[in-house]
């Protein structure tokens, strides 16, 4: 009796190697490029400023405003609001893991989460501030601010440079490792259903992994048509092709519909979808990529299967608090 047991054990075990040789884990810290080496010091400044809607024209709108930490790091919202009520056509993509991303933003425009926080604060219709020497200028009269710079670069130091390279520290932080798909990797085999696991194997033998995969289910490569096989209903209830995707950067034509592949982690937690957040909910979301990626109808059980799968991939979320942000006593600046 012993010795079955002991036999199956093994048997368990050198499945569950197999596995975790194929299958890979979240990293519990977040890489930093060569000129902004993460520090204590910066991610807490980050923080300051990732939350201060005083970083806008309005004075209404920070980065939490469309990337709220406290849920799934973006707004579920279809189309983001920025200053004046205003939105742009596409939806925010989450802050969560967006450390593991090789470009930034749906057309990947961005190379780095640091060039990628220069943006939002001067776009018109996002924080509306004129100028980053604008938003310099009201940053320096803070004094909090002038004591929060100088801990994390030093003297006189309260540049647009120096408060995105805060900004993305902050950011890889912001990583939740120890999902139950991450469990499973790492070898247990009980951190999965019996559902679960058939909707992973149901991903892996139609394909989806050819794009979504790695520890963050955004790799191997960078840039994918979308969508691939035109689909006259889609077109006609989700307008796909409206958005040019790269092209709209680049204006190549080669680069029509090019998007990033985004990141899987969480996705249960970040409807609506894709990068104008034109389908509601996350069972239609996998139709609709079985359909435009890979020309294939699902079954409502395969569609369950992956769904509950893909509820794996949510992570756990580290303690979140509100920084307490350098006042103004007296004066204000709207
Ligand atoms: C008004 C809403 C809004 C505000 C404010 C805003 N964002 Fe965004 N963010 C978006 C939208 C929408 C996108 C996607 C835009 C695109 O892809 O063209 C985005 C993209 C991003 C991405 C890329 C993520 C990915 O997976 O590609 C990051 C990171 C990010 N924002 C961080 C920030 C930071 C940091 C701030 C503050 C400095 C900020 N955002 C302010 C709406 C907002
Ligand atoms: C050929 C590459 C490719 C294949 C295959 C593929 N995807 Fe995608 N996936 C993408 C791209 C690119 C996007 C972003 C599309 C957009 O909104 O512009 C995306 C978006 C998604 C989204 C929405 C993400 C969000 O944040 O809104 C989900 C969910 C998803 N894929 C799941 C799947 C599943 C499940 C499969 C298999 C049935 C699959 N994908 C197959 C490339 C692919």
């Not at 990947?108 to 640091?114: C, I, K, Q, V």
């Not at 509601?280 to 395969?302: C, F, P």
């Amino acid at each position: 009796m012993f010795k079955l047991r002991s036999l199956v054990t093994a048997l368990a075990l050198v499945g569950s190697i197999s596995v975790a040789s194929a299958l890979e884990t979240l990293p519990t810290v977040a890489p930093a490029p060569a000129d902004n080496p993460t520090t204590q010091e910066k991610v807490e400044l980050g923080k300051l400023l990732y939350h201060d809607p005083r970083l806008s024209s309005t004075g209404t709108v920070s980065c939490s405003s469309c990337h709220n930490t406290m849920l799934g790091g973006e707004d579920n919202r279809a189309n983001s609001m920025g200053v004046h009520g205003q939105t742009g056509g596409r939806s925010a993509p989450t802050v969560w893991n967006s450390a593991f991303n090789t470009v930034q933003f749906w057309d990947g425009r961005a190379p780095s989460l640091e060039a990628q926080a220069a943006g939002p604060v001067t776009s018109p219709i996002e924080m509306g501030m004129k100028s980053w020497d604008d938003v310099i200028a009201r940053l320096k009269t803070i004094e909090g601010y002038q004591v929060a710079f100088e801990e994390a670069f030093g003297k006189d130091s309260i540049t647009k440079d120096n408060a995105t390279k805060a900004i993305a520290s902050y950011e890889r932080t912001l990583i939740t490792p120890h999902s139950p798909y991450d469990k499973y990797a790492a070898g247990d085999t009980s951190a999965l259903t019996a559902q679960q696991v058939r909707g992973l194997h149901k991903v892996q033998e139609l394909g989806c992994t050819s794009c979504h995969s790695g520890p963050a289910f955004n790799g191997p490569g960078v840039f994918q048509p979308f969508p691939i096989h035109s689909n006259p209903v889609f077109a006609a209830k989700y307008h796909f092709k409206d958005d040019k995707g790269l092209a709209e950067v680049t204006k190549k034509a080669d680069d029509e519909h090019l998007w990033k592949v985004p990141t899987l982690r969480n996705i249960a937690l970040t409807a609506p979808y894709f990068h104008n957040g034109s389908v509601k909910t996350l069972d239609e979301a996998v139709v609709v990529m079985a359909k435009t990626q890979l020309d294939k109808d699902l079954s409502t059980t395969e569609v369950a299967d992956i769904v509950a799968f893909l509820n794996a991939l949510t992570g756990q979320f580290p303690k979140q608090s509100m920084p307490v942000l350098p006042t103004t006593p007296g004066r204000t600046f709207n």
